[in-house]
Every structure is written in C-alpha cells, then in structure tokens.
C-alpha cells in the first residue's frame, strides 16, 4: 500500500513542512505529487517529533499547503548503477537525460557514501603523465589524488582540464574511465567539453552528470555525490582507472550557501555555513586507491577564485582538504600564454613519493625543486628591476630575468595539442637552467649537477625565445 | 525510564522520556545504537551529539544510557595501533565492514582475546595507594606497560594473581579499601576523556624535546612538557613538520592525531612508521606510537571528541613515568567542529561564528600539558604540538589568536618561503620561543657553554639580514658596503646550509645536536675570519671565489652525523681560504 501525506503545514523558499507524520527517517526521501500527477523528489532535512521538514530538488513553485501528497520511500537518495553509464549523460541527481532511456541498474547505491577507512586506503603512488610540462615536472599528479585546479572567471582552465584528459594516457589503458560534474556551469561549457571528449575518441568511457546554470540548485547539491558514487562503483567493484572532472566548485558552494541561508542556519564566513569544510571534505575525500582493489579514483576539480582571491573561503577550505593545487595566473593568461600555470603557488603534495629512481627519473626531484627555488628568485629580480631599472641590475640578477623569461616561455607554454614525455621535460628543464651560473643551483648535490649541467647548453634554445 | 528520540538535525538529537539522564552521559542512540553523548538538558528534553552519521534515525526510536561519562579503556595494545576519534580500533572496523566504514559499531578499543605476559610485582597484604605499580608487561620491544592503582582508590592487596599470561579484563588483584569495599584491578583499567587525569605535582620545564630539526632545536626549542603551535596556510609543511616531529623527537611516547586531516595522510604515517627505524634502539616506530584518525569525511562530533581521546591517552603513559609527545594536526579542526556543533545547538556565536566558550576550551587542552611527578614519584611529561589551519593564512584569526595565549613556543609557517621550497617553511622573524631561558642550563651542561651564544649570533645575523634586504630592494645589493655584503652573504649561507633541512635526504633528516652546534661554530668561523680582511679592503667576491662559502652549505649533506671530528676539517678549510685571499693582497 502507498502511504501519502495530503496537504503540508508550511513552505518556504524550496523548504517544505509536514506535520503529523510518523515512522519518517532523517536524510530519507520522498515523492511530491503535484495536483497535475507530476512528480518531484525531496528529501529530509530535519525531524522535530511529528514534524518533518523536507528540501524539495526541483523547488516549490506550484505547490500550495493543500495540493502537495507526499510519499515517503523509505530510504536515502540512490543512484542506479552499472557499467552501462559510460557513454551517458545524466542530469545532476542522476537521471538519464540523453533520450536512451532509463537504465538498468546492477544495483543502487547511497549517493552520500561512507568514508574510507585510513588502514585500508593504498597510499598512491603512479604518477599519471599529462603530457604538460609544467604539471608533470613541478605538481605531478598522482593516481588516486585530488589535485584541483585554482582558476579565475576568463581563464584557460576548461582547456586544461580538456588537455589533461586527452593526453592522461586515454588511448593506452584499456579500463579508464572519466566521470564529468558539471554544476551550475553554461551549457557552453558542458558542450566543451563533450566535444573535446568525442575529439579524443572518448566518449565512450565518459559518464556525465549536467546541472547547467539554469538547473535547480538543490539538485546541484547532489550532482558531486551522485558523479562520486558513480566513480567509486565503477574504480572500486569494476576496476576502472577513473578521472573525474568536477566543474564548478564555486558554483556548487554557492548553492550549499544558498541552501544554508534558506534554513536560517548560522553563517560562518562570507555567508556560508560553518559546515562548508566537513561538506566539501565529505566530497574531495573520496578520491583515492583501496588494498587489494583494482581500480583509482582522481580528481581534478575546477574553481573559479571569486576576484582570484586565493584566500576567499572555497579555494581556502579546498586546499586544505586536497592534496596541493594547480594555480592559474591572470598576469600570465593576460600574455597570452597557454597554460597559464603559476608555478610558486601550485603544489602536489604526493609528488615526492611517486617521482624519482623508480618511478620518473632519479634527477626529477632536486630539478623540481631547484626550478622552484630558482624561479622564486626571478620575482625578485623582476621587482628589484622595476625599481632601479634592468641596466642596473647585477650579472647574475640579469640572468635570473632571462632565465624566468625562458621558463614561461619555453617551458610553461605549450601548445593544447602539443604532449610532451616526462623525460622530454626534464631534459629541457636541465638545459633552462644553465642560463643560471652553477654555483646559484644551491638545490642540487654535486653529482647530480655533473650529470645534468653541461655548460652554455641553453644556446640552442635561445633563438626560439620571443624578445 | 525510556528515553526516545524526539528531534534530529545532523549531529544534534533530541532524546524525550525523562529527566534523568546526566550531562556529557555517553548514549547509544536508535536501533543502530550510534554513539552519543549528552551535551545539553533542559526540562525533560536533552540534547545529544552523535559520533556518527545520523542518517536513517527516526523519532520514537530509543535512546540508551551507558551511565557513565564518554570514557575510553586504557590498557596495553594501545601502542603500535591506530584507532578512530572514539577509540575504536581501525584495522578491527575493517574487519568487520570492509574498506568503507559503517556505523553502530561496537568494537573494544583492546583486544580481548590477546594475552600479555604479566608481572604481578604485588603480594598479598602489602599496602597500596593511587599511583602504586602492581602490574607490568611488555607491550611493545621499545615499551613496559605498568599497571597503577587509578586515582582515588587505596587499600591493602587481598588476592594477587601468579605472573603469567593474562587478557585486559582478567582480575589480576583485589583491593580492599578502609571501608571493607573490593575492588578488581586488571590490566586494563577506564577513564573519562575530558577530565584531566591526576598527577603529584607540576614541575618546571628544564629539558628540551630534541627533534633533531635544526630551527626547531637550534633557534626555538620546545622543553618537554611544553606546547607548541605551527600555524601556516594550505602547502606551507604543516603536516610534514608534525610527521618529522613525531618520527625523530626523543620522546619515549608518540600520540599522532589526525582530526579532520586527509585520509592518505593518515595511510602514509602508518605506512612509514611501521617501515623507519628509531635511531636509538633500531625498532619500528610503531612501537613507539598510537595513531588516531578521525579524517575529514568522518563524522563531526567525533572530530571533537579526537583530542580528548588523544590526550587522556598521552597522559595515561606519562602516568607511567614516559615523556609523552602529543601531536595534533590540525587544532583549527577542532574548533571548526566546535563551531559546527554549536551552530547546531543554536548557540549565540561570538568572534567568526565559533562559540564564545573556544578560548576556555583551548586553555583546557593545552594547559593538560605539563612536566610533571607523577602520583607514583616518577617524571613524566606530555608536551603538544598544535598545528593550526588558519583561514586564508591569516594569523589574526580566533584559533591562532587564541592558541598564541596558551602555548610558549610559536613556530609560523610562512607560504613565501614554501613557494621558494624552503623547508621547513618556519618563518625565523615571526616565530619564537619563550623556552629559551629555561632551557640554557640544560644546553650549557649537555652540549657547549657556547650553544646560547652561538644562537644568539646566528640570530642576530637572520636579523640584520632582513633590515639589509629592505634596502637592497630599493637599490639592489651591489652598492652596499662589503661589511654588509658578508653579513647577506653568511645569512644566505645561514638559511640555505642551516636553516633548510631536506626531510628527504638519510643524513639531513635528523641531525643531532652535537653536530647542530659545530655547524653554527664553522659558519661563525667563517664570519668572524673574513671580517679583518674586508676591513682592508679587499672585496668579499674574492672570497667567494675561493669557493668557500659554497663548501660550508653542503655541509648538511657531507658530513655523517656520527663523525663531528670531521669539522675539523671544515676549520681549516676555512684557515686556507683565508690565507690564501689574504696572501693575494699581500
């Protein structure tokens, strides 16, 4: 028998209240019913008694106190799952919205998950090649990590999502799979990257889940959980090496602001709950490896830094929960220069257990962190040069400028198409630095830098460097 | 009397049915029996937190009481183990549900089944009050676990078990006070976490906690039985500096708390504890350690309860006259959790949401630390290290504020010298340490007279580097005069061959103190020998050019930490250098 409440006892913003209800759970969702027959799902936010109060995912427009029957089901929201949904594309609470029809699901999962338990976690440690130099040499991405990329509204940041998909080694592994969230984004971005996915013959391995700008924001509240949930059935029972692309992350708090405000709930800082880091740790710790589990899950999270401030609350909590960041540079964009990654404050926190003898190349660490220490000289060189002019500058404070020049230029920028092997990298990482004398590579052991500093070796490079 | 849910929100739960349930009463809340505590009574309604996911409870479900306040269970097994926010032990929850935690689990935190080889060092008849050992073990190859008599029981031995090989919860004696009451000790024995476990009295700190971090040990020492703070913002080493910490510091006892960190960090300490060796008796460091793990995806509340765990946990092996190391990675965790809790309980918010009791509750923590005589006469200590979150990395925020007031030594993380890969990233200008004064005896007698002075020296230098490089932005470095060009030029050295430390590199990640003084000793030697010769006027470039300056910063790299003789070396390495510009100008 369905059991339905008729009528309810309040409404407010996409909140609804019921009263006189019994045996009804926390967190568990119903169906609403609409005097025209349609139906929209909610779910329970909060018991008090008989009273429950219910978000509904496609808002309240329409609903008054009496026309609403509401059905509990009895249980918590669940994605239908199989390996049919590569190739799909969902809308962000999981429903296919391709025209393919409806799925046929292996089994149904809760989309908020359960955390992993740390003694079981495999600490990761395949580095994953992108083919971009300045990721792969100084924040290598790790299989099983969460490495967001830091951006502002105008930047290149969707083409280099794009171009870490496509050259992330998709043609060679036959189990790899890609989970897009899109949340709160245009559609034209959507179509971005459908299309890039397509050029690189990949759709196939694509789950989608779509909730466009226009799209309920209580419905993007669930669009992560459900693209996560789809990403640990198929990394973790079927075995798949799978990306997920989350874009955007700012979109997506906002909405969990905008949602906390509606409840009347305390605001923290800059309006939003005080919950956000549990909330978004909630999402970004699902990445990872499991032991004696086949498959991976990485993710590469996108956000916009509103006015690229990277002490804004969501960049802010985002980095303290993820292992380092991809930082995008306006000065650098503004150039012209494709990737615009800044390298200072970008960071991968598992590189250094999965680079080196063994895993890339024995030089890679100490070039890594003498490219970083060196670079973070040229800032000062450029600001000294500023004021006293680049004619007054010492020699070796010259050097510095025309090495930070050769590095943006040489090294950081990269064609989109343009894939570049790890030792590729190196090698031209090494050459870049003998612009600089060898007594300023302070980073380096002497046997390393006789291997790898021959003199005057970034001649040949030189010419190709724009004035 | 039955108690029934009446209200859920998140964590917070409202339990109706009766008045008599007590304040910070553990509860077992539904049919799942989630783990609760009262936090809140008000009439016949009491508020509850919930340790776990409170998804799934429905109102009329029934609530439990346990009777007692939230306690843990202390006995051997603790070491070489890893346990959640609530002191359940983490490889057995796998066990039980696999590789994603469930809930409702009721796990001892000891095992029950495993036996330990027992000495009981009492007899029949013999007199014992609290503190009094009257049992010991072997728990780990590095550790004795010792039984004592728990605060507030006394009496004479009426039966005393033969040594032999015993579980937690076999009776070992029985006590009987003046009173004539029985009491059964055995190797395990329970405790509330919040409250503060008794001790003899404090003493004052006189030692340090040698890290073997040159910074640390060299420019801003912590004394056993202080407490630290390291604040920075995101990828400025936070947690790679506790890591360092709790593999290298010579404590007898490390205490590793994850609160609302990252899960593969928690993987990786695990992992490389079990694999390093302690540089002292050569045994895995897990021997030495008790991790717990309440990363961020796991339930709030139980994120609040993780410190309490950890350091009634710390405090019951300092009992035991072991100098106790506590690590907490991250503090801000925690207050962000009191804060959520308390938007929860709909608390009025004071300073950035967080509740106006945070400073109360912070003072509380880190004043559990302390050098102390124990109940038994034994020296014990637990010192704490806090790392702190602050938000947007800005230290004028309440927890770091807040925390500043609590804790004598400061180490601030600095995200400019991170971005240059300095590392430790501790910035020397902002940090400090109020040990100093207490600890210079202990350094006069145990390393050189001169170790303070040095200090001092190398300090000074750091300083007078940071008012030069104002004005070298503003005019470059090249018009100073050579006097100051040597004290850039030392400073570099200072910071490049002293202060970096590679926590990669086999000799650099633990230096010992010994050779931490003689590297101060050969920089200084360096300073003060070229200072005459620029007096004449010979430019501090042919110095450089003999390569010497160069020399000294590999040091870190060259020289084994058990071969100081080879500094020697170093001295008149320098001597040559010198002689030689000097021979030049003749």
Known sequence: MRLEYMGLSELSGSLIALEGVSGVAYDETAEITLPDGKRRAGRVIRLEGDKAILQVFEG????????????????????????????????????????????????????????????????????????????????TLIRGQKLPIFSGSGMKHNELAAQIVRQARVGEERNFAIVFAAMGVKNDTAEFFRRSFEEAGALQRVVMFRNLASDPIIERILTPRCALTAAEYLAFDKGYHVLVILTDMTSYCEAVREFSSSKGEIPSRKGFPAYLYSDLASLYERAGMIRGRPGSVTQVPILTMPNDDITHPIPDLTGYITEGQIVLDRDLDQKGLYPPVSILPSLSRLMKDGIGEGFTRADHPALSNQLFASYSKVQDARSLASVIGEDELSETDRQYLTFGRALEQLFIRQDPLQRRTIPETLDLGWKLLTILPRSELDRVDDATLQAHYVEGAYQSLLSDLPQ | ?????????????????????????????????????????????????????????????????????????????????????????????????????????????????????????????????????????????????????????????????????????????????????????????????????????QLPIHRPLITGQRIIDTLFPIGKGGAAAIPGPFGAGKTMTQHQL????????????????????????????????????????????ILIANTSNMPVAAREASVYTGMTIAEYYRDMGYHVALMADSTSRWAEALREISGRLEEMPAEEGFPAYLASRLAEFYERAGYVRTLEGKEGSVTVIGAVSPQGGDFSEPVTQNTKRYVRTFWGLDRALAYGRHFPSINWLTSYSEYIADLKPWYDQQVSPRFMADRQRIFTLLQEEDQLLEIVKLIGA???????????????????????????NQIDTYVPLEKQFQMMEVILALYDGAKPLLERAIPLSQIKA???????????????????????????????????VDEANR
Request: aromatic share 6%.
């Open chain 1, 60 to 139: 309240t427009r329409g609903l008054s106190l009496d026309n609403a029957r509401t059905h509990f089901t009895g249980e918590p929201v669940k994605l239908p799952l199989s390996t049919e949904m590569l190739g799909r594309i969902f809308d962000g609470a999981g429903r296919p919205i391709d025209g393919l029809g409806e799925l046929y699901p292996e089994e149904r999962r809760d989309i908020n998950g359960s955390a992993i338990n740390p003694v079981s976690r495999h600490y990761p440690r395949d580095c994953i090649e992108t083919g971009i130099s300045a990721i792969d040499c100084n924040m």
């Open chain 2, 478 to 504: 090249d018009v100073l005069p050579e006097e100051q060009k040597l004290t850039l030029e030392t400073a570099r050295l200072i910071r490049v061959g002293f202060l970096q430390q590679n926590a990669y």
């Open chain 2, 246 to 289: 709790a593999k290298w510091s010579d404590a007898d006892i490390i205490v590793y708390l994850g609160c609302g960190e990252r899960g593969n960090e928690m993987t990786q300490a695990l992992e490389e504890f079990s694999e390093l060796l302690d540089p002292k008796s050569q045994q895995p460091l897990m021997n030495r350690t």
């Open chain 2, 1 to 201: 009397m039955s108690y029934t849910i009446y209200g859920i929100n998140g964590p917070v739960v409202t339990v109706r049915g009766g008045r008599g349930l007590a304040m910070m009463d553990m509860v077992r809340v539904g049919d799942m029996g989630l783990i609760g505590e009262v936090v809140g009574v008000e009439g016949d309604t009491t508020t509850v937190q919930v340790y776990e996911d409170t998804a799934g409870l429905i109102p009329g479900q029934p609530v439990t009481s346990l009777g007692a306040p939230m306690s843990i269970t202390l006995g051997p097994g603790l070491l070489n183990n890893i346990f959640d926010g609530i002191a359940r032990p983490l490889k057995v929850m796998e066990e039980r549900s696999g590789p994603f935690l469930d809930r409702g689990l009721d796990i001892p935190t000891l095992d029950p089944d495993r036996r330990w080889e027992t000495t009981v060092l009492v007899r029949e008849g013999d007199q014992l009050k609290a503190g009094d050992c009257y049992a010991q073990c072997p728990e780990t190859t590095l550790i004795t676990h010792r039984c004592l008599v728990p605060a507030g029981l006394s009496g004479r031995v009426t039966h005393a078990a033969p040594n032999g090989s015993y579980t937690v919860a076999d009776a070992l004696i029985e006590l009987t006070d003046d009173r004539g009451t029985v009491h059964t000790l055995r190797l395990a024995q329970s405790w509330p976490i919040r409250t503060p476990r008794p001790m003899g009295e």
């Open chain 2, 546 to 580: 003999t390569g010497i300056f160069a020399s000294l910063s590999k040091i870190k790299y060259e020289v084994p930490n058990d071969t100081p003789q080879r500094f020697e070396g170093y001295h008149e390495a320098i001597r040559a250098a010198l002689r030689q």
